[in-house]
């Protein structure tokens, strides 16, 4: 079964760094679009980043310039760093992937169980 398991979060200053981690866990057939959501205290969840199994990135405009996503598809990972963090950054952060888990299966979307980023003085 796939899973995608979250790493990295924490509390963090205001202007600070820290860097998410996404990683499947079992042996998969094909990733295809991977991504970082969140969802901020009483908000809906949004996007952050995405990427594509070719390396296109797509950024939410409140994180340009500051948050990159990078994926390795030897290790089928992703990650998130982000730089020069606000308190309004303050959510819990998900991995999305899209899977196709075997030659056999059809694609299926995944989430992780979210890793909570805090940012506060």
């Known amino acids: 079964q796939v899973q995608l398991v979250e790493s990295g979060g924490g509390l963090v200053q205001p202007g600070g760094s820290l860097r998410l981690s996404c990683a499947a866990s079992a042996n998969i057939f094909s990733i295809y679009y991977m991504a970082w959501y969140r969802q901020a205290p009483g908000k809906q969840r949004e996007l952050v980043a995405t990427t594509t199994s070719g390396g296109s990135t797509n950024y939410a405009d409140s994180v340009k310039g500051r948050f990159t996503i990078s994926r390795d598809n030897a290790k089928n990972t992703v990650n998130l760093q982000m730089n020069s963090l606000k308190p309004e950054d303050t959510a819990v952060y998900y991995c999305?992937?899209?899977?196709?888990?075997?030659?056999?299966?059809?694609?299926?979307?995944?989430w992780g169980q979210g890793t909570q980023v805090t940012v506060s003085s």
């Open positions: 999305n992937a899209d899977i196709r888990p075997s030659v056999v299966a059809g694609r299926g979307d995944y």
